[in-house]
């Protein structure tokens, strides 16, 4: 099973650094090339390299931590998805004005699934802040809890079960017009609810 993720700033490297963490591959991509990424992957172990926008795209499950106002550029004119999993970890707001995007009454998942036709999308990894994902989930003698939703079943298990393998505890919150709406930021309760499952 092969990982891609597009977007490498806090959200995407943080991603990268607990797959690193965990032995696992991925390549990793942002708007300006693989050059640009030297540096930040090459701090991050031997298990992540740095690629195309292309190449983390044609993955089996392709992570997506861009700015809100930026995705539709950064999946456009990509190859069909063709059933494959798209984690959206993104939310619908931007850094500096945080002013809330007009979602005409959808979850953000629901646009980004739009963004990504043919893919089975996940909405996980944008609950937490990037600094609180990206650090060691076996804290406190137990499993920093991790939240995802789906609307395809067999996806959501596949992402549930990486998220496991990460050493996080993940919590199956239901579709995406239930879950992803308690996980979204702003607007949900569960964002930056940092909870340590014990046992
Ligand atoms: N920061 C957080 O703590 C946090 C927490 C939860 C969720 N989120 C969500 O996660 C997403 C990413 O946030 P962030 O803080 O990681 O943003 P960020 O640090 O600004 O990074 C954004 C990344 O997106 C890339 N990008 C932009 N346009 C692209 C394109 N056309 N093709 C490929 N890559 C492109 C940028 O690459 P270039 O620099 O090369 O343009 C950059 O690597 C947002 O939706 C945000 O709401 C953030």
Partial sequence: MSIGIIGAGHI???????????????????????????????????????????????????????????????????????????????????????????????????VVADLVPGARLVKAFNHLRADVLASDPQVDGGRRVLFYSGDDSAAKAEVGALIDRLGFAGIDLGPLAIGGKLAQFPGGPLPNQNLVRIG
């Fill in 12 to 110: 995407g490297l943080a991603v990268a650094k607990t797959l690193s963490r965990a032995g696992i591959a991925a390549t990793i991509a942002n708007s300006r090339g693989p050059s640009s990424l030297a540096a930040s992957v090459a701090a991050l172990g031997p298990t992540i390299e740095a690629g195309t926008r292309e190449q983390a795209a044609s993955a089996d499950i392709v992570l997506i931590a861009v700015n809100w106002s930026k995705l539709p550029a950064a999946v456009a004119g990509l190859p069909a998805w063709g059933g494959r999993i798209v984690i959206d970890a993104n939310n619908p707001v931007e850094s500096p004005l945080f002013k809330p995007a007009d979602l005409h009454g959808l979850v953000s998942s629901q």
